[in-house]
C-alpha cells in the first residue's frame, strides 16, 4: 500500500490523513461543468435504474451530497417528496415545492438514500448505519486496484477529495457491517462517464435495509 493511505479488514483502500477541501457553491459548479454538459442525461439515467431496481412508487427520497440539486429535480417529477443534504455552504436547492434541504442525513426515514459520488469524500461513515431509509444507492469510482503502480496513477486517486476507495466486493462487504444487503452492482454510469480502458470505471450498487 502506497504511503498515507490503508487497507481496513473489509477490503476498503482509506485515506489515513486527508484535508479536505471546501465543500463549497463553487465547488458544486466545478463538478457539474466536470461532467461536460452530461449532467441532465446522467440524472435520467440514474434515476431510471433507481426506479427499475426497486420496481416501486418511491415516496420520500434524500439525495446526500446533491451538487446543484440536478438529480433532485429530475426525481421531484415523479417522487413526491425529495430532500437535499450537502456538507458546507451548499448549492441552492430547485426551486420546486417538492424539494427541501434538510441539515441532517440522519434525522428522518426515507424510502431511498442516494449517494452520487459523495460518499468517497467523506471524511468518517460512521454515520451510515444510523441512516433511516429501506434503500440505500451509492455511486462511486470502482477502485480495481490491480497494483500499486495502478492506484498511485488512477485517475480517480484524488488526496484529500476521495478519501474512501471501493470495488463490488469491498463495498459489499463493509455496507453489510451497516446492516445492508447488496440487492444490485453495474458500472450502468461508464455508458456516459466512462473511457475505454477495458475495465469498469463507475461503480452504482443498490443496497436494502436489513
Given at each position: 500500500m502506497?504511503?498515507?493511505?490503508e487497507k481496513?479488514r473489509s477490503?476498503?483502500i482509506?485515506?489515513?490523513?486527508p484535508?479536505?477541501?471546501t465543500?463549497?457553491?463553487?465547488y458544486?459548479?466545478?463538478?457539474?461543468n466536470?461532467?461536460?454538459?452530461q449532467e441532465?442525461?446522467l440524472s435520467c439515467?440514474r434515476?431510471?435504474?433507481l426506479l427499475?431496481v426497486?420496481n416501486?412508487?418511491?415516496v420520500k427520497?434524500?439525495?446526500v451530497?446533491y451538487g446543484v440539486?440536478?438529480?433532485?429535480?429530475r426525481?421531484?417529477t415523479?417522487?413526491?417528496?425529495?430532500y437535499?443534504?450537502?456538507?458546507?455552504p451548499a448549492y441552492?436547492?430547485?426551486?420546486k415545492?417538492?424539494?427541501k434541504?434538510v441539515?441532517?442525513?440522519?434525522?428522518?426515514?426515507?424510502d431511498v438514500?442516494?449517494?452520487?459520488n459523495?460518499?468517497e469524500h467523506?471524511?468518517?461513515?460512521?454515520?451510515?448505519?444510523?441512516?433511516?431509509?429501506?434503500?440505500?444507492l451509492?455511486?462511486?469510482?470502482?477502485?480495481?486496484y490491480?497494483?500499486e503502480?495502478?492506484f498511485?496513477?488512477?485517475?480517480h486517486?484524488k488526496?484529500?477529495?476521495?478519501?474512501w476507495?471501493?470495488?463490488?466486493?469491498?463495498?459489499?462487504r463493509f455496507?453489510l457491517?451497516?446492516?445492508y444487503t447488496v440487492?444490485h452492482?453495474?458500472n450502468i454510469?461508464?455508458t456516459?462517464r466512462?473511457?475505454k480502458?477495458?475495465?469498469?470505471?463507475?461503480l452504482?450498487?443498490?443496497?436494502?435495509?436489513g
Amino acid at each position: 500500500m502506497i504511503d498515507g493511505y490503508e487497507k481496513l479488514r473489509s477490503g476498503v483502500i482509506k485515506q489515513t490523513e486527508p484535508t479536505p477541501p471546501t465543500y463549497d457553491e463553487q465547488y458544486a459548479v466545478r463538478y457539474s461543468n466536470s461532467l461536460g454538459g452530461q449532467e441532465d442525461e446522467l440524472s435520467c439515467l440514474r434515476l431510471g435504474l433507481l426506479l427499475g431496481v426497486i420496481n416501486q412508487p418511491i415516496v420520500k427520497l434524500l439525495d446526500v451530497g446533491y451538487g446543484v440539486g440536478n438529480f433532485l429535480e429530475r426525481c421531484s417529477t415523479v417522487v413526491k417528496d425529495c430532500y437535499g443534504f450537502d456538507i458546507g455552504p451548499a448549492y441552492p436547492l430547485p426551486p420546486k415545492s417538492n424539494i427541501k434541504p434538510v441539515s441532517n442525513a440522519t434525522g428522518a426515514y426515507y424510502d431511498v438514500v442516494t449517494f452520487y459520488n459523495s460518499l468517497e469524500h467523506m471524511t468518517d461513515l460512521d454515520f451510515l448505519e444510523k441512516i433511516q431509509c429501506k434503500y440505500l444507492l451509492i455511486t462511486t469510482p470502482w477502485c480495481h486496484y490491480f497494483s500499486e503502480e495502478w492506484f498511485k496513477n488512477w485517475k480517480h486517486r484524488k488526496p484529500d477529495e476521495h478519501i474512501w476507495h471501493f470495488n463490488d466486493e469491498t463495498l459489499t462487504r463493509f455496507m453489510l457491517k451497516q446492516g445492508y444487503t447488496v440487492i444490485h452492482y453495474s458500472n450502468i454510469e461508464d455508458t456516459l462517464r466512462g473511457e475505454k480502458v477495458g475495465y469498469a470505471s463507475y461503480l452504482t450498487a443498490v443496497f436494502k435495509k436489513g
